[in-house]
């Protein structure tokens, strides 16, 4: 899905998918009992499975499936200094307008002329804006207590360099990897789950020697952009953008976006930058501590530059659940106009992978038989039994939530000891036997899940 456009009165693409996630439980608003807080959002049962699928996934291709990758699991609050060293102090500022009309406050760089709000083009002047978000530690508010949430998941990669190389003895180049909350005072947060104040980023810093830095940096950008089309994107919603030198970050030489096709229009997945020295450096000179790696072949002592690629987990989630989105036509149906929506998910990515449904539930060996198969095939992969309605139903809500695969225990089930297995996107259906169910599914997820 990538169509925003409405025919009168029509959802949008976007307004579709948040029913969707909204109505099966994929993202609830934040607080919403108490009428909501604005930009943040709490992920539901099918959710909090994407989010996690992705994050593994992730995991998976960037720390285990490499020779050259650690993690790291840091604390979300950092000395204050981290902030002064890492120039987010200083920098990390958007500047805000105000209509005059309107009173409506806007990051300037957003802006496209008029107001987007009342039309009117009288703005105030710019004003710089922190976009860290401020919080006190411990019983005294006062300045020696205030520290920030951190913005970026990054810092507490650099200021344990130190720590991960005495620790693992790694030689250059190697990376560490990261997933983690940030804090953002975002001014215009919206999109959905796409600009929040709250977010969660998967972030690698790579370490490599100066002068392979930029070979570096787009073997980082197409092994990334590959990332996604693995799990799944479809090729025409994804592209790289590189970045014009006067939008680059204060520490970035290089940045290059990988962009897909929102239903509100081309936007930043994850970027690629290359930081240069400049953390190392700047986090020596604040600590006063030696961040020099040190060639023990060549015996010289010098700041690595840093690759960092860093997507964002809600962005990418957000992708994936609207490129998987899918409204068709059920060919064969006894009803004419028989539709259904489908969440196309790749297998490593569906949040439940095998429904496990019950034909008649007013039988009880058929019941039986079923949940003992859902608790069979639980030991392999996220399995779900539901009986609450007729099965044309329960099919169609298990494709609304992306489930591969849904095993049905029907009458003759008992006599023939064989289950319906049916696939989401085929729809086909495939008898089986009881005994082999668990190796046949097995073979069918031919992906780590
Ligand atoms: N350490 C580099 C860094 O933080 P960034 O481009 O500001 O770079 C990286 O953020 C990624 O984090 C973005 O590509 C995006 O996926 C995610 N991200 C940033 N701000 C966000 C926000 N307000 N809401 C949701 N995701 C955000």
Redesign the pocket.
């Known amino acids: 899905m990538s169509n925003n456009n409405s025919t009168a009165g029509q959802p949008t693409g976007m307004e579709k998918v948040v029913s969707l996630c909204k109505r099966r439980g994929f993202i609830f608003q934040s607080s919403e009992i108490y009428g909501g807080l604005a930009s943040a959002w709490d992920y539901g049962p099918f959710g909090a499975e994407l989010k996690r699928n992705l994050k593994n996934a992730w995991w998976r291709s960037v720390v285990h499936e490499r020779d050259d990758m650690v993690g790291l699991d840091a604390a979300i609050l950092m000395h204050p200094d981290t902030w002064k060293a890492s120039g987010h102090a200083e920098n990390f500022i958007d500047i805000l307008v105000d209509c005059k009309k309107c009173k409506k406050r806007f990051r300037k760089d957003h802006l496209k002329g008029k107001c987007p709000e009342c039309g009117a083009n009288d703005f105030t002047e710019g004003r710089a804006f922190n976009l860290m978000m401020k919080t006190s530690l411990g019983a005294v508010e006062d300045q020696g207590s205030v520290t920030y949430m951190r913005?970026?998941?990054?810092q507490g990669i650099f200021v344990n360099f130190s720590n991960i190389l005495d620790t693992t003895h790694r030689k250059l180049p190697f990376g560490v990897a990261q997933i983690g909350k940030?804090f953002?005072n975002?001014i215009t947060?919206g999109n959905y789950?796409?600009?929040?104040?709250e977010?969660e980023?998967m972030?690698i810093e790579y370490f490599t020697k100066p002068d392979d830095a930029d070979k570096c940096h787009e073997d980082w950008v197409q092994k990334r952009f590959q990332w996604y089309l693995d799990l799944g994107i479809k090729k025409e919603n994804l592209r790289l953008r590189p970045h014009g030198k006067d939008e680059l970050?204060h520490y970035a030489k290089a940045c290059t976006?990988i962009e897909y096709n929102f239903p509100f229009g081309w936007s930043?997945?994850?970027?690629i930058?290359n930081r240069t020295d400049f953390d190392l450096k700047q986090h020596a000179q604040f600590s006063g501590k030696d961040l020099q790696y040190h060639d023990k072949v060549t015996n010289e002592k010098f700041f690595p530059f840093i690759i960092?690629p860093?997507?964002?987990v809600?962005?990418?989630a957000l992708a994936f659940l609207a490129d998987a989105y899918h409204e068709e036509k059920v060919e064969g149906s006894a009803k004419e106009d028989a539709s259904r929506v489908v969440l196309r998910l790749s297998k490593a990515l569906a949040p439940t992978k095998v429904a496990v449904l019950p034909l008649l539930k007013n039988r009880p060996e058929i019941v039986a038989l079923a949940k003992k198969i859902k608790q069979e095939l639980q030991k392999e992969f996220v399995a779900v039994y539901d009986d609450s309605a007729a099965i044309g139903k329960l099919y169609r809500r298990q494709d609304e939530v992306g489930t591969f695969y849904c095993v049905t225990v029907d009458v003759q089930s008992l006599e023939d000891k064989q289950v319906t297995v049916r696939d989401r996107d085929t729809m086909k259906q495939e008898r089986v036997p009881v005994d082999n169910i668990r190796k046949y599914l097995t073979e069918k997820f031919s992906v780590n899940l």
């Open positions: 913005p970026e998941t990054a940030a953002r975002e947060p789950t796409f600009r929040t104040r977010f980023q972030e970050a976006d930043e997945l994850e970027g930058a960092e860093s997507g964002g809600d962005r990418a």
